[in-house]
């Protein structure tokens, strides 16, 4: 143990009791951990060792998981990637930000949008910021970017209080990893070979005019020479414009482009050398880091020495991929002698996406038993995600939960764990996980956990305390097309309202605890307790809806608009292309 440690942070606590006059109980050792949290983009609850895969190796996760506590009804607060995010960051469901849509924009989709994380929500890196923690987000942030003008970063990750950012201000889109072997690659090219007749043409044209008017005057070859340029200078540009690979593949350093377009494939390797610096200038704690993988969203982008190493396509060679380089970060941890003094948690953002796929090649992640994947707000196979805690010496090693808890629940343990209290002005729907984590309680916090697609509640989870029972009521259920399907295939994307949804009246019922995969609805029939049930929801529903107060949807329009100019550009415009990370 570091003695410098112990001594800073019994400083600290002095400090602190002095400036707000009061002696916090902490169940735990009196010291502050540090803290890093995990999160991995789309990945199934089905693909990892320690939840029952055999055949995808995931060593590093598991061994996480052998070491701390795993949570086995570990649930998103939406199943997309931007609303499932803001409710991680503020412990609140997403309609309560705003961070949700009613007209089926469903994430970000690009780095013109204004949309972002309102800036009076609170995120948990700016409470612990406020402690004196120092806060790195390292990878995907997708809560925005700029609002008014080019370059305002208005929704940058440092006004939310990250002190340090690399990564991805979106997300990995398809154009960002233009592999050989895909479909993404030949349009691209495809471009490039229209692009290079065309400029063929033009140069024939330009050199014949040339010639003809060079007959008259020589200052007329002025003429075709400036037609040619601004001919070529706006090819560029309406190109360049219509490819996301340059305008939202692109990594910072904080306010600064590193590249553009990025280099997918190695992105995954320098955002590990960014967190093992960023631990070794910290080594004195106390920190947060939010690790957040830019894998296993497609394209999944993989290193060479990645590819063909799974028996599961690119995707699982992505998914190894992943688990090398958590094992890389948990190495660094180890070798800095911060294990035991750090809380680590390991989550997905959401389900796996069951549509992403080429042919019979399944290029999206596996949820297991459960019915359904990413984009669907209440069948469980969007939203139940794998997690782990592990904080040696404190949270029990080898433990299992299967009470429900959630995403938003990271928020109030890591602030009440850091010393500092949760917002009191607003709702906060996420709940301490401690009492859970260190067996001083067995049930769950959350009697009631609410599942929206969108704006749109499609259902409810009702865990009673004196019961066995895990009751899950739909009211709004995707129509699975085509017909026979366990997903909505024609649409990439299960929408959320409108005639592709079902409305459930009477409300389909099930029990989780004897019936995981939501197969076999229960009726009047056949469960003594279905009005009972779906009357008590129906309350819990009504209770709920009064806590929600109205604020303007960030994710639609009129606040989310597409503009143009608002995209990043690290080179003289149009011109954005650079790569500061030649060295690697
Ligand atoms: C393991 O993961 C792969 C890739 O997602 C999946 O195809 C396979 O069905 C999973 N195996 C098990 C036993 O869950």
Known sequence: MDVVQWESISVDEVEFCFLFGQNRTRD?????????LILVDDLGIGDLGCFGNDTLQTPHVDRLAREGTKLTHHIAAASMCTPSRSAFLTGRYPVRSGMASNDGTRVIYSLGDTAGLPRNETTFAELLRDQGYSTALIGKWHQGLNRHVRGDH????????????YGMPLTLVDTCWPDPSRDTELAFSGRMGRLVQHLIALAVVTFVLGIVLRWFCVCCLLVPVSVLLIVLLSYFW??????????????????DITEQPMKAERAGSIMVEEATAFLERNQNGPFLLFFSFLHVHTPLPTADAFLGTSSHGLYGDNVQEMDAMLGKLLE????LALTNQTLVYFASDHGGHLEARRG????????????????????????RVPGIVRWPGQVTTGQVIDEPTSLMDVFPTVVALAGAEVPQDRQIDGRDLMPLLLGQQQHSEHEFLFHYCEVYLHAVRWRPRHSPATWKVHYVTPVFQPPGAQG?????????????VTYHDPPLLFDLSRDPSESTPLTRDTETLYD??????????????????????????????????LRPCCGLFPFCLCDREGRR
């Not at 440092?158 to 002190?163: A, I, V």
Request: glycine share 14%.
């Open 238 to 255: 309406s190109e360049s414009h219509q490819s996301s690979r340059y305008w939202d593949c692109l990594l910072m350093r904080g306010h």
């Open 332 to 335: 660094a941890v180890d070798r």
């Open 532 to 565: 009972v049930v779906i009357r008590k929801v129906g309350e819990a529903v009504r209770e709920h809806r009064r806590s929600v107060l109205p604020v303007p949807i960030q994710l639609s329009r009129p606040r989310n608009r597409h503009d143009p100019w």
């Open 360 to 383: 019979q090649t399944q290029l999206g992640g596996w949820n297991g038993r459960f019915k359904g994947g990413k984009g669907m707000g209440g069948w469980e196979g969007g939203i």
């Open 488 to 500: 909505c295939y024609r649409s990439y994307f299960c929408p959320c309202s409108g005639d592709q």
């Open 154 to 165: 208005h929704h940058h990750p440092s006004q939310h209080g990250f002190d340090y950012f």
């Open 28 to 36: 735990v050792t009196g010291a502050r951990p540090n803290f890093i």
